[in-house]
């Protein structure tokens, strides 16, 4: 049971190029979400999703795309990187989207655009 | 949507006193309310939570406090230990709805 599994780590990209950060979970959870971090502003959420095939947007979803095809998988991507896009990017995921239950962070991605 | 605001944004603290972090949210049907903590390079990890129905929660040094009619929320952590240094932040939900984080707080524990 490897929990919230995310990839890459690190990635440092050129403005305007693309790219996809995976997320993956083995808990069978329904919920999954990604946020970002940046100094002074907390977690905001980009995108979220109750089940595969369901997608919604969260606080700050301009720029970034999602898809849940699989109930384990749930990637971000970013269509065309700029640089207010330099964040630290967490995947998160809950056995469903309800006031009993917490949810539970992947490691982390670092992302720089340049 | 919810908006969390959480104070203060620092704190430093002398090893061995209390620390305490406040939160307040702005929607009335938010009645879940956990808190993590975030060590340098690391991600957030769930330290303790409360729902609506409960005034108060303890675990060992840890304990958070709800004020419904007020619509706030703090986190107090006693007897602090170097090993306390780091990130924390509250978050809200109502219902069926998303998390929305406070802004964080670094706490500093100074030996």
């Known amino acids: 049971n490897a929990g919230v599994t995310q990839t890459p780590k690190f990635q440092v990209l050129k403005t305007g190029q693309s790219m996809t950060l995976q997320c993956a979970q083995d808990m069978n959870h329904e919920y999954m979400s990604w946020y970002r971090q940046d100094p002074g502003m907390g977690l905001r959420l980009i995108h979220y999703?109750?089940?595969?095939?369901?997608?919604d947007q969260g606080e700050v979803p301009n720029g970034y795309n999602v898809s849940r095809s699989t109930t384990e998988d749930f990637p971000l991507r970013l269509l065309s990187a700029a640089p207010s896009q330099t964040s630290v990017y967490f995947c998160?995921?809950?056995?469903?989207?309800?006031?009993?239950?917490?949810?539970?962070f992947g490691e982390g991605s670092w992302l720089t655009v340049v | 949507g919810e908006n969390v605001e959480q104070h203060p944004s620092t704190l430093s603290v002398q090893e061995g006193d209390s620390a305490v972090i406040k939160c307040t949210y702005s929607?009335?049907?938010?009645?879940?309310f956990p808190w993590y903590k975030q060590e340098l390079g690391k991600r957030p990890q769930l330290i303790i939570d409360i729902r609506s129905n409960v005034g108060e929660k303890k675990d060992q040094r840890i304990a958070v406090t709800l004020n419904k009619t007020a619509k706030h929320f703090s986190l107090h952590i006693t007897e602090t230990q170097p090993e306390d240094s780091a990130v924390y932040f509250c978050a809200a939900r109502a219902g069926a709805n998303n998390l929305f984080f406070g802004t964080g707080t670094r706490l500093t524990v100074i030996p």
């Open positions: 998160a995921s809950s056995p469903r989207l309800n006031s009993g239950n917490t949810i539970y």
């Open positions: 999703s109750v089940g595969a095939g369901i997608t």
């Open positions: 929607d009335s049907a938010s009645n879940y």
